[in-house]
């Protein structure tokens, strides 16, 4: 009789409850323990849709547009969920061999199988709506818009700078950007980046098993919406930009204009230069290689920040201003010229013939060599200190008072210090302290180790007009509205030199131009100071240099205007600072002959290629 | 007695309860799977929620229909009711409809029957029919040469239709023979021999013979070492180390290509989730995504994103887990485990022999489509093709359920006038 196997019935319910428990079990480890489902889950139905904002517009100091957005389509690639692709049919689509395809998509996984990576960027219009309706057959890909920078003049490319995909390290540094989110990456467009790429928002998307889209995810109720980038209104002056670089048309240096009372920058031309739509889009990449491979005009060499002259002449101003101050010199004190500065050795630093002896503002006036070695040796040979060391010093701290030898703190990247020596160089050089005034009279005519960059020597012509003070120069003028002030750019930086000690360097400067070394620069209906400047430059043709400003009463431009190999100030250099100025002050110029002259001079025996210097056009890729 | 208080009285309406729990979390879940916001409407035949709702209200019919028939019916015709659907099995066979790759249907009024769905039910009859039989006693070897036979026969049947999960199912029926005395060896093999089979495909062979050697001695050890025990222990272990040999040998070498991926699959050694292991591996990402509570009625991403392979049918417990979490998978396995507890509670307080045996065998094909499945979904078990009782979608699957479990409702009410 089967009773007597009766108990077995607690075996089987034992069995029963066990395999229950094991699932029980199971269960509590899959749902509980574990999230590797959940994300799995997450992956396998959630599109996470960045939604780029434009980015913020820039205006010139007049109200027009000078950089903008166009509408571009970017091919972005999930690896995790590509299936089986048809490679080839999607290689034809957008025009890629299939070795590249293979490649970019490992470069894809490599940086995330699950988050997206831009396959290829900025898609025509035309291919996008050819794409799109074939885009299910490919899972894995999808299109989003983005927006591509665009430059209403072909002008100013190193102050705009250009934008690019956000590299590895940035992407390390900053949790903000994701593979493939564009970043400022020189110019505006990095000093502002914060300001001008607004807010990025993510809008999640439900996809089904065929990588369809299924609508937003509950509701959008975890969406972000982009914020859009700020408007820049910078204190460019479109029309003086574009005259600049027309000027220096074949021709290697740099103008610098800026409004003195606001430090506001009017220009920076470098030259040569390129058009800064080479650098948008994805043409970026090919253009920017054959422009850095240009080693005879180096058109990404911004000069205007990063080339270092000596001042030359331009220099006798700042021998003046330090000298009064350090008390050693006055407007009355005299000195003869016997044809140059006698070195103790035979040798002598020559000047030009002119009427001796002179007063300080006579020479100014007609840039005399032996009255600027003068001084210089009396600052330097001052009895009131210890040694020539600390004489130096003090002079040392005075001219870089002015601006000169230090980083001014300007809102674009890159620019350089500049070089005013130190007593450790000398010592270095020559010995500890066995250097004295005479073993460093060059600097007084602003030869010998100094390197200014034209910014600041613009800088420089701008505190002079001021008599003593300046805002640090900037080119973005307000952020958001176009009254807003910029906050870091308005607190007046004032030099060492007492303001009582510009008056007669201003009336010399003045005098430069009305019957001077700088006459060719006269405007009639404009009174102007300026100093012409001459840089020894050991591997060729000298350098011309000339700084100026107008009106010299109430000045709304200074200006420095620096042509490489050009020889002295007054032959190109000055006539390209004139004719800025009455560009600026007149916007016509009269003077037809003589821009004509300037603008067709070509010092650089040779053409920069119209593909570099561009039309305002995108060349094809 | 009490014949004058009705049927209804007398029915266990726990297990009813269980039953019509289990049809209902059964339809929600269809429903949920099946969901979309063009087709929301609760009663819409094109949908597969509408159609349940068909097959539950037959199903219900069907019930009713059992349970006024004489209660002597089913025993009396227990071996025609059998030799009727061993009969549509092999009809099938050359008549019937192929779904996806089983040739086991009929198409009858636009609805598809699965024949072997029934034949359960009958073998389960018959089994017990046999056993109940006043000579027949399992310690004889004739007895269960027969009893093996009858089940033997239909799952064979079954398997020829390329059937695999169906026909192991009749196996299932092990668990009643071992009530009715079968030594407990051969129940405890079916529980060894996998775990077995899986440690020869997990463990080095040396290693595992090593150690079922160790064990061999253990027994050799501790038993009364008679000359009968020691030659059990050595032909045993003979046996098993055999066993494990075997089992690599035919895995690697006699397997088709895609069973030997479900194994590898199954055993934690196919990385490929987009071959082989998708499906499991997709069951375990909905399940597991569901999390304490579930993502919602309705809210489940990858069962309604169809990421989840034959949701509404075979993979429907994925649904449940993902909508109703660990809270609502763990309410289900211990309504199903009080069910077949309830169902051998049942069977034991009959007096009929054949009553308790069928009501172990409903038990035991229960219990066994119960225990494939969720083992399936959890990526305990391999992938077999079995619907989860009363849940998964389906007419044929949900008929001979009810079918199967309300001849042993109407047993029972009877159970005191039957002997
Ligand atoms: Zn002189």
Redesign the pocket.
């Known amino acids: 009789m089967e009773r007597i196997y009766a108990d077995r019935k607690y075996i089987i319910i034992g069995f029963f409850l066990l395999i229950g428990l094991l699932f029980l079990v199971r269960l509590f480890y899959v749902q509980i323990l574990v999230d590797k489902y959940i994300l799995s889950a997450n992956n396998n139905v959630l599109r996470y849709v960045t939604q780029y904002p434009a980015r913020g517009l820039v205006f010139d100091r007049n109200g027009k547009l000078l950089v903008y957005n166009e509408a571009a389509y970017d091919l972005v690639v999930i690896p995790q969920q590509v299936k089986n692709p048809d490679t080839m049919a999607l290689c034809r689509l957008i025009g890629i061999e299939k070795t590249e395809f293979i490649s970019r998509l490992q470069k894809a996984r490599n940086y995330s199988p699950y988050r997206p990576s831009i396959f290829e960027s900025q898609i025509t219009r035309d291919s996008y709506g050819f794409l799109e309706e074939k885009l299910f057959l490919f899972p894995g890909f999808f299109v989003q818009s983005r927006t591509l920078r665009k430059y209403t003049y072909p002008v100013a490319a190193h102050t705009f700078g250009y934008i690019g995909e956000a590299g590895p390290e940035m992407i390390a540094k900053n949790p903000y950007y994701r593979s493939g989110d564009y970043i400022g990456i020189s110019g505006i467009e990095k000093s502002y980046e914060e300001i001008l790429r607004g807010k990025k928002g993510m809008k999640i998307r439900v996809f089904d098993v065929m990588n369809r889209d299924k609508g937003s995810f509950r509701d959008g109720r975890y969406d972000t919406t982009s914020v859009a980038g700020i408007d820049l209104y910078s204190s460019l002056d479109a029309d003086l930009q574009q005259y600049g670089e027309l000027l220096m048309t074949n021709k290697k240096g740099s103008i610098v204009a800026i409004e003195p009372q606001t430090g506001e920058i009017l220009c920076i031309v470098s030259s040569p230069s390129y058009d800064p739509n080479l650098l948008a889009g994805n043409i970026r990449k090919k253009n920017y290689t054959r422009l850095l491979a240009d080693s005879v005009y180096v058109p990404l060499f911004n000069r205007a920040l990063m080339a270092m002259y000596p001042p030359g002449s331009t220099f006798k101003l700042v021998d003046a201003l330090v000298g009064q101050q350090e008390g050693v010199l006055s407007p009355d004190t005299r000195y003869g010229?016997p044809g140059g500065f006698p070195l103790g050795n035979g040798k002598k630093v020559g000047?030009h013939p002119?009427p001796?002896p002179t007063d300080l503002m006579g020479a100014i006036q007609i840039s005399?060599?032996?009255?600027f070695c003068r001084v210089f040796k009396s600052i330097i040979d001052n009895k009131s200190y210890l040694s020539t060391r600390q004489a130096f010093e003090s002079w040392r701290k005075e001219v870089m008072s002015l601006g000169l030898g230090k980083k001014l703190g300007i809102d674009i990247p890159g620019e350089l210090n500049g070089n005013i020596p130190t007593p450790g160089y000398y010592d270095r050089y020559h010995g500890k302290n066995r250097w004295r005034s005479m073993t460093i009279i060059s600097l007084g005519i602003g030869q010998g180790e100094i390197g200014i960059t034209p910014m600041q020597l613009a800088n420089m012509a701008a505190v002079i007009s001021n008599r003593g003070w300046f805002y640090t120069p900037h080119v973005i003028k307000a952020i958001g509205k176009s009254d807003s002030m910029n906050v870091a750019y308005n607190t007046k930086r004032h030099t060492l030199v007492d303001p009582k000690y510009y008056d007669i360097v201003i009336e010399g400067m003045a005098n430069v131009i009305t019957g001077g070394t700088g006459v060719i620069a006269k405007i009639d209906s404009i009174t102007m100071g300026g100093k012409t400047g001459t840089a020894q430059n050991p591997h060729g043709k000298n350098h011309s240099i000339f700084i100026a400003f107008a009106p010299v009463q109430n000045t709304k431009i200074a200006v420095s205007v620096v042509v490489e190999n050009a020889g002295y100030g007054a032959t190109w250099a000055a006539p390209i600072a004139s004719l800025m100025i009455e560009k600026y002050l007149n916007r016509t110029i009269k003077r037809k002959d003589l821009e004509e002259r300037m603008i067709n001079g070509n010092l650089i025996n040779g053409k920069q290629p119209e593909s570099e210097r561009g039309q305002g056009n995108i060349l094809p890729d | 007695m009490r014949e004058d208080k009705g049927i209804f009285y007398r029915i266990d309406w726990v297990v009813v309860g269980l039953y019509l729990a289990l049809v209902f979390i059964g339809w929600l879940n269809i429903y949920a799977a099946v969901y979309n916001e063009t087709h929301n409407h609760i009663v819409d035949f094109t949908q597969k929620y509408g159609k349940q709702m068909i097959f539950i209200i037959a199903a219900m019919l069907l019930a009713m229909g059992i349970l006024i028939i004489d209660s002597r019916f089913f025993s009396q015709f227990a071996w025609f009711i059998y030799g009727f659907f061993l009969f549509m099995l092999v009809v099938v066979i050359f008549s019937g409809r192929e779904v996806a790759g089983s040739k086991g249907w009929f198409a009858i009024a636009g609805f598809g029957i699965q024949p072997a769905e029934f034949a359960k039910m009958a073998t389960a009859l018959v089994l017990a029919k046999y056993l109940s039989t006043l000579d027949v006693s399992i310690a004889k070897l004739r007895s269960l040469a027969i009893s093996s036979a009858i089940i033997l026969v239909p799952a064979v049947i079954v398997f020829l239709q390329h059937d695999t999960g169906s026909a192991i199912v009749f196996l299932a029926l092990v668990i009643v023979l071992y009530r009715a005395g079968l030594t407990g060896f051969i129940p405890l093999a079916f529980i060894v021999l996998p775990v077995l089979g899986i440690l020869a495909l997990l463990l080095p062979k040396l290693i595992l013979v090593a150690i079922l050697l160790l064990v061999a001695g253990g027994f050799y050890f501790f038993s009364n070492r008679k000359l009968r025990t020691t030659l059990l222990i050595i032909a045993i272990s003979l046996g098993t180390i055999g066993f494990v040999f075997s089992v690599d040998y035919s895995v690697n070498h006699i397997l088709e290509p895609h069973q030997r991926n479900r194994i590898h699959v199954l055993l934690g050694q196919d990385v490929d989730l987009k071959g082989a292991g998708y499906n499991v591996n997709q069951s375990l990402i909905a399940i597991g995504s569901g999390g304490a509570f579930g993502k919602g009625f309705l809210q489940g991403t990858q069962t309604k994103y169809n990421f989840v392979p034959e949701q509404s049918t075979d993979f429907i417990f994925c649904t449940i887990g993902e909508e109703w979490g660990f809270l609502g998978s763990s309410v289900l396995v211990i309504l199903y485990v009080g069910l077949f507890v309830r169902l051998i509670l049942m069977a034991e307080r009959q007096r009929s022999r054949f009553s308790r045996f069928y009501g172990y065998g409903v038990a035991s094909i229960l219990f066994f489509h119960f225990t494939i499945n969720i083992g399936m979904t959890l990526g305990l078990m391999p992938v077999i093709g079995i619907p989860l009782p009363y849940i998964s979608y389906g007419g044929s699957s949900l008929w001979a359920f009810t079918v199967l479990l309300f001849i042993f409702i109407r047993q029972d009410s009877y159970r005191y006038d039957l002997v």
């Open positions: 010229c000047c002119h001796s005399c060599n032996t009255y």
